[in-house]
């Protein structure tokens, strides 16, 4: 049995954090060993390294374990992470596109701790947030290729880019869509192993990864507008679709579980009594039957709702219903399309055609005015690719159009 512990426990199929320790006999103790001793027994699986492996930085509350893959039960998650395990030793360029909130970084971690492109050092692992990139491209290019003393104002030292440091591992890309055209295109070289250069260098250097995304863009918005194409093909050789949470239902007792653990860690409070609403009927039954639009970011911002209330002193009813209130609402207050009975009330049409275009005028109007006459951006606030959006506003006759 003592056997056992220990594979459990170095394993990992024992969720840590896990200290063995083991008494002394007689004879050990007459040799001059301590009664009791921490027990090394390392074994290498992937479990281990997913659960102590952590990406470098993170752009959201996902730190590279919101889900805990030994754990798993809805058919959705258990298809993304089998076909992620049949790709892991493939060193080609893997995408993962799915909707804010659904644990992408995580599936980035399983991903390299199921590959041999890893390196054994340390538990941090290079990750670039992209989003931080938007308004200065130069330091995108500086942060992933190095610069030499001089390169431009400031650099007062030789500085190697996260490329060089990621030779042998994994480099997980978040966000990849904030990334510019330009870097797009330099980056394109070093994943083909043509090497790059740091800024103001002339020396190639070359880096051995294996290149994982992350996107919540749609594959229609990244070939459209997004990402040069070129790029696109390079870094989607394989696409996973990441599923959200409310294709998930099996698995959300334990996503809420370990939110609410994780919130009371956060949050920087512990109030008494905590635990029982991980299990709480009532709330389990709201969670289990809400859209959950935020994914785990929707019960994030629950379980915080949950502690706040529990710290003030609330009855159990008020912190259960604020803790659903947060949540969001079940569905949008706004009808995309109008109730059948209401529609009745406006027959017969001389046109139909000539309503439905109206109406999809409208639509497009209203997409064009809050993204204040970006057509890029009114097209991804309804959810098409901007060529698309422009053959429809000319189709609808929009008068001020200019190629309409």
């Keep these: 049995m003592h056997a056992v512990w220990l594979a459990l426990g170095t394993t990992g199929l024992i969720a840590g954090p896990v200290e063995l320790i083991q008494t002394s006999d007689a004879r050990g103790r007459a040799a001059g060993q301590p009664p009791v001793q921490r027990v090394r027994f390392d074994l290498d699986t992937w479990l281990r390294l997913h659960r102590t492996a952590r990406p470098g930085k993170v752009g959201s509350d996902d730190d590279g374990h919101v889900w805990d893959p030994a754990r798993v039960k809805s058919a959705a998650l ?3 992470l089998s076909t992620l395990a049949e790709w892991a030793p493939l060193r080609v360029p893997v995408l993962l596109v799915g909707e804010r909130g659904t644990g992408k970084t995580t599936l980035a971690n399983f991903l390299r701790s199921m590959s041999p492109f890893q390196k054994a050092q340390g538990t941090n692992w290079p990750t670039v947030v992209c989003g931080q990139f938007r308004v200065n491209p130069e330091l995108a290019r500086s ?9 431009f104002t400031g650099a007062t030292k030789v500085r190697p880019g996260l490329l060089e440091q990621a030779d042998g591992d994994t480099v997980f890309f978040d966000e990849i869509a904030d990334i510019d055209r330009d870097t797009q295109r330099l980056l394109m070289a070093a994943i083909e192993g043509r090497g790059f250069q740091r800024l103001g260098d002339v020396k190639v250097r070359h880096s051995n990864f294996r290149l994982v995304c992350a996107t919540n863009r749609s594959l229609a918005e990244l070939r459209d507008d997004v990402l040069d194409l070129d790029f696109m093909d390079r870094i989607a050789v394989f696409v996973l679709s990441v599923p959200p949470l409310r294709q998930c239902r099996e698995d959300l007792p334990d996503a809420w579980r370990l939110v609410l653990s994780r919130a009371t860690r956060s949050a920087g409070i512990s109030p008494d009594g905590w635990e029982r609403f991980a299990e709480h009927v009532t709330l389990r039954d709201a969670i289990a039957s809400h859209p959950l639009p935020g994914n785990f970011r929707d019960l994030q911002r629950a379980a915080y709702h949950l502690l706040a209330s529990l710290k003030a002193g609330r009855s159990e009813g008020r912190i259960v219903d604020g803790a659903i209130a947060a949540l969001g609402p079940r569905e949008s207050p706004r009808r995309a399309v109008p ?9 017969p049409l001389k046109n139909l055609r000539a309503q439905l275009d109206e109406y999809e005028r409208s639509w497009h109007e209203a997409a064009l005015t809050k993204a204040s006459g970006n057509k890029s951006e009114a097209a991804r606030l309804l959810g098409v690719p901007r060529k698309t959006f422009e053959s429809r506003l000319r189709s609808v006759g929009r008068i001020d159009d200019p190629e309409g």
Aim: net charge negative; glycine share 10%; proline share 0%.
């Design 78 to 80: 258990r298809e993304a």
């Design 143 to 151: 942060e992933l290729f190095g610069h030499v003393e001089g390169a």
């Design 339 to 347: 109730a059948a009975s209401e529609l009745a009330e406006l027959l």
